[in-house]
């Protein structure tokens, strides 16, 4: 039986005579009490984004109805309903009302969570505590998709710079309402932090940027290093902008280099104000800011 089968499309055939030439209406869920997954639901369906539009004829909203209907399908997927069955029915009033019945089923949870290399070699390094997911929980795509990242960034932190995923695979069990998840991880090499490439100066010199860099050559790789570099420079005030990327390649001792790049803030700034004080006419007030800093 084909999903499209599944569907009970209560589209009642009304006469068009029982509405209005111009068809105002409105539209309501029924079946679901989710606000979060309502707001889903809404936001994809074109009966509900284009109700402020009257359509001509009724023939014409129920086509936009059904064309909905496949929406919905894909909204309750998405939240872990993958045996919701949806239907649809017109009342006819001053605005038409347009409710669209679901039946959600029972949640598919999940039921195990896998990551593994493309040659099927499990990444020991890696927890189901990385994935922020949740066993036994409803299988929601997005919390899914989500966990692709969260592994990315857990590599990146212990010592693999150029992870990526391979291929995400979700199997829903209809026979025990579980999900299933796979992540093909190519993790790439283990490396080391290598040379620190400065650009950008123009009167800063360089000793005093390596100055606030957390790590040391050779030291084991780890983006969360980058970012609070990045942080710690500009909370010196010297720069506009601070760009620390990691280089593409390793360098021929297999260490990575890290290249920061800067843009140096005007080094003084100048702050005038007037203000009128009765026994004195007015008074001026002025302030100095110097914000080079020397290495030292």
Same mark, same amino acid.
């Given at each position: 039986?084909?999903?499209?089968?599944? #569907?009970?499309?209560?589209?009642?055939?009304?006469?068009?005579?029982?509405?209005?030439?111009?068809?105002?209406?409105?539209?309501?869920?029924?079946?679901?009490?989710?606000?979060?997954?309502?707001?889903?639901?809404?936001?994809?369906?074109?009966?509900?984004?284009?109700?402020?539009?009257?359509?001509?004829?009724?023939?014409?909203?129920?086509?936009?109805?059904?064309?909905?209907?496949?929406?919905?399908?894909?909204?309750?997927?998405?939240?872990?309903?993958?045996?919701?069955?949806?239907?649809?029915?017109?009342?006819?009033?001053?605005?038409?009302?347009?409710?669209?019945?679901?039946?959600?089923?029972?949640?598919?949870?999940?039921?195990?969570?896998?990551?593994?290399?493309?040659?099927?070699?499990?990444?020991?390094?890696? *927890?189901?505590?990385?994935?922020?997911?949740?066993?036994?929980?409803?299988?929601?795509?997005?919390?899914?998709?989500?966990?692709?990242?969260?592994?990315?960034?857990?590599?990146?932190?212990?010592? #693999?710079?150029?992870?990526?995923?391979?291929?995400?695979?979700?199997?829903?069990?209809?026979?025990?309402?579980?999900?299933?998840?796979?992540?093909?991880?190519?993790?790439?090499?283990?490396?080391?932090?290598?040379?620190?490439?400065?650009?950008?100066?123009?009167?800063?010199?360089?000793?005093?940027?390596?100055?606030?860099?957390?790590? #040391?050559?050779?030291?084991? #790789?780890?983006?969360?290093?980058?970012?609070?570099?990045?942080?710690?420079?500009?909370?010196?005030?010297?720069?506009?902008?601070?760009?620390?990327?990691?280089?593409?390649?390793?360098?021929?001792?297999?260490?990575?280099?890290?290249?920061? *790049?800067?843009?140096?803030?005007?080094?003084?700034?100048?702050?005038?104000?007037? *203000?009128?004080?009765?026994?004195?006419?007015?008074?001026?007030?002025?302030?100095?800011?110097?914000?080079?800093?020397?290495?030292?």
């Amino acid at each position: 039986m084909t999903q499209t089968s599944r #569907y009970l499309l209560f589209a009642l055939t009304v006469p068009s005579t029982v509405f209005s030439e111009t068809l105002s209406y409105k539209v309501q869920f029924d079946g679901i009490k989710e606000k979060t997954v309502i707001k889903n639901l809404e936001s994809v369906c074109d009966t509900v984004q284009k109700r402020n539009f009257a359509l001509p004829s009724v023939n014409l909203l129920r086509r936009r109805c059904q064309r909905d209907l496949a929406q919905i399908e894909k909204v309750m997927r998405a939240e872990g309903f993958y045996a919701s069955e949806t239907a649809f029915d017109l009342a006819p009033g001053k605005k038409v009302m347009v409710t669209f019945r679901i039946k959600p089923g029972l949640p598919f949870l999940l039921s195990r969570v896998r990551w593994m290399t493309p040659e099927g070699d499990a990444i020991e390094s890696l *927890s189901i505590a990385d994935t922020r997911l949740v066993l036994g929980l409803r299988g929601r795509a997005e919390e899914i998709l989500n966990a692709e990242e969260f592994l990315l960034n857990r590599l990146r932190e212990r010592q #693999y710079p150029f992870p990526e995923i391979v291929e995400a695979k979700v199997t829903a069990d209809h026979d025990t309402h579980s999900i299933f998840v796979d992540y093909v991880i190519r993790t790439g090499p283990k490396t080391k932090f290598g040379e620190s490439i400065v650009d950008g100066l123009t009167t800063i010199d360089s000793y005093t940027v390596l100055r606030y860099v957390p790590w #040391y050559q050779t030291q084991p #790789y780890d983006i969360r290093l980058l970012e609070k570099c990045r942080q710690q420079l500009l909370a010196t005030g010297l720069f506009a902008t601070v760009s620390v990327r990691p280089e593409p390649e390793m360098d021929i001792q297999g260490q990575l280099p890290v290249r920061i *790049s800067l843009k140096e803030r005007k080094h003084r700034t100048v702050r005038t104000g007037v *203000s009128y004080k009765t026994d004195e006419k007015f008074g001026g007030k002025i302030s100095w800011e110097h914000r080079k800093q020397n290495a030292g």
